[in-house]
């Protein structure tokens, strides 16, 4: 199970999502399930993995004999004239040569330098390469996953929160005009009291739009064709405190992209051998056998069959190839340098990716806890001011500034903790540890 830190809805705004108007609520692990099923990039990455790994076989790497049948019909028609040494000659027209050669060969090369033994290891390493190519598709459409996910959640709470605001500036306006209709409140009080409320009201609707907008999003995650509205869960955690080294040496071990740079130099390393192996002979031998059956119409034999049995051996040893093995061996070489330096380069960028990240992390927790306690402070401050509202002890600009302090400190609040869980997926991404 992830290890979130996100201390969500209930507990932290004292506000219960509604029943989400009625919609379709969305679990989380049904839409991890969804999203590992239905998701293109990763079903793509899935079947190029599998690719990968049909390729790892000693045929393809060479290590294998050829075996094939193999059938040869010639047929010649000759229209001829032959003058022979006693005087006499021969015409035939429409004469049919035929020949006839079928059976089986065997070709089988025994000996390459090694070659098809690092090759073969190139082919593990490639299948491997898939494998990590793999796990970062499925970790970034994860994350992606989980940054909409949590996002439609805390704009859910959001949207939430403003219909409390709403409501409140809808009794607001009620009280100033029983107030106004018994003379103890000017009409401008009840203007603007009307033009908060529309404020609030064009404030929920752009937040509306920016949560359905959201849903659209994770609905193309997810890989669904057609958009259905629906509403996620919401997930009240305990807030766990992340170990930095224990999570760096995760990083260390478990990061695709580093694992990719890994393999790439492994990869690196089996070409340079493979380059080398041109300097050792190679030997193969073949066999085969052989039916034959030949007919013509000249000559003393005119039709003649066998059966041969070949066999042999061919042995090869480059002597002079232009200088050309010396190029190959150090553009190869060079290629395992390149390899080598472009491993350290992201594990050079992935530790200060880390480092920034984590730093992030610490600051969004120190925010939250300033947005927890602000957020007590505005409730405190609304509640008071509320009841001196509703005696007529405190005007209507005080009330809506209190009013106002309060709707922004739990926007606040939830941007806070929003922050905090999508820089704990982002560190789980580069950790290479996001599960569910």
Do not use: H
Not at 90 to 118: P, Q
Not at 128 to 145: H, I, M, P, S, Y
């Amino acid at each position: 199970m992830r290890k979130l830190v996100f201390v969500l809805y209930l507990s932290l705004f004292g506000l219960a999502v509604p029943e989400t108007f009625s919609q379709q609520v969305l679990p989380l692990d049904k839409a991890v399930a969804e999203l590992l099923s239905a998701n293109f990039e990763i079903n793509i990455s899935k079947k190029l993995a599998v690719v990968d790994s049909l390729n790892v076989t000693a045929g393809n790497a060479g290590m294998l004999p050829q075996i094939a049948a193999v059938v040869t019909n010639n047929n010649t028609v000759l229209n001829q004239k032959q003058s022979q040494a006693n005087g006499n000659e021969i015409e035939i027209d429409g004469a049919k040569n035929l020949n006839i050669n079928y059976g089986v060969a065997l070709d089988w090369t025994v000996f390459d330098g090694f070659r098809m033994f690092s090759r073969k290891k190139e082919l593990a390493e490639i299948r491997n390469q898939g494998t990590a190519e793999f796990k970062a598709a499925v970790l970034d459409r994860l994350a992606a996953l989980y940054n909409a996910y949590f996002t439609v959640s805390v704009l859910q709470t959001q949207v939430a929160t403003l219909d409390e605001v709403i409501r409140v500036s809808e009794e607001r306006l009620r009280i100033v005009q029983a107030r106004f209709q018994i003379g103890k409140a000017a009409r401008l009080e009840v203007l603007n009291a009307e033009v908060d409320l529309n404020a609030d009201r064009s404030q929920r609707l752009e937040l509306q739009q920016v949560l359905s907008d959201t849903k659209v999003s994770l609905s193309g995650i997810l890989g669904r064709r057609d958009f259905v509205d629906f509403a996620v869960e919401n997930l009240p955690q305990q807030l766990i405190t992340l170990d930095k080294e224990a999570l760096r040496a995760k990083m260390i071990a478990e990061n695709p992209t580093l694992q990719l740079g890994q393999i790439n130099k492994r990869i690196a390393e089996q070409q340079l051998r493979q380059a080398k192996s041109s300097r050792y002979p190679t030997l193969s031998v073949n066999t085969g056998y052989n039916l034959i059956r030949n007919q013509t119409p000249f000559g003393f034999i005119t039709e003649s069959t066998g059966r041969n049995f070949t066999y042999g051996f061919t042995a090869r040893l480059n002597l002079f190839d232009g200088f050309n093995q010396n190029r190959l061996e150090r553009v190869a070489k060079t290629q395992v340098e390149i390899a080598r330096l472009a491993e350290d380069q992201v594990l050079v960028q992935l530790q200060a990716q880390f480092d920034q990240l984590f730093s992030r992390y610490l600051f969004a927790i120190e925010r939250l806890g300033v947005e927890r306690e602000n957020e007590t402070l505005a409730a405190r401050n609304l509640e008071i001011t509320d009841d001196k509202f509703k005696i007529g002890t405190v005007s209507a600009i005080e009330y809506r500034t209190a009013q106002n302090n309060f709707s922004q400190a739990k926007l606040r609040l939830a941007d806070a903790a929003l922050d905090v869980e999508l820089l704990v997926v982002a560190i789980e991404q580069l950790c290479g540890t996001l599960k569910v």
